[in-house]
């Protein structure tokens, strides 16, 4: 049980750093059920991130502030890691923002 509230601290975080990467590594090769649970987590979480298609205000909000100019609406700052996420994976967003 340890070892799944590790990785599940792991998964919270937006951003690992080169020792929670090693962490992370360690634990997925040393523990199967592990390793499977993290796979089936990126699986439904890249499946969450292509449902639901990004809207016009959300891409002119990405854009903005990638050009490090104030978006329209404040929550799209807060998400874009979200909305990263969301455009690396899906062609049919990422197509309209070119």
């Given at each position: 049980m340890?070892?799944l509230e590790k990785l599940?601290s792991?998964?919270e975080?937006?951003?690992?750093n ?12 040393n523990?199967t ?12 979480g890249?499946?969450f991130t292509t449902?639901k298609?990004l809207t016009?205000?959300e891409?002119a909000?990405?854009i903005l502030v990638?050009d490090k100019?104030?978006?329209?609406n404040?929550?799209?700052?807060q ?10 994976h899906?062609?049919k ?6």
């Amino acid at each position: 049980m340890e070892n799944l509230e590790k990785l599940l601290s792991l998964i919270e975080k937006k951003h690992l750093n080169d020792i929670d990467q090693k962490l992370l590594h360690n634990l997925l090769e040393n523990d199967t059920s592990l390793n499977d649970f993290y796979k089936t987590y990126q699986k439904l979480g890249r499946a969450f991130t292509t449902s639901k298609h990004l809207t016009a205000d959300e891409l002119a909000d990405y854009i903005l502030v990638k050009d490090k100019l104030e978006p329209s609406n404040i929550l799209n700052l807060q998400n874009i890691f979200q909305l990263e996420e969301h455009l690396h994976h899906c062609s049919k967003c990422s197509n309209e923002l070119e």
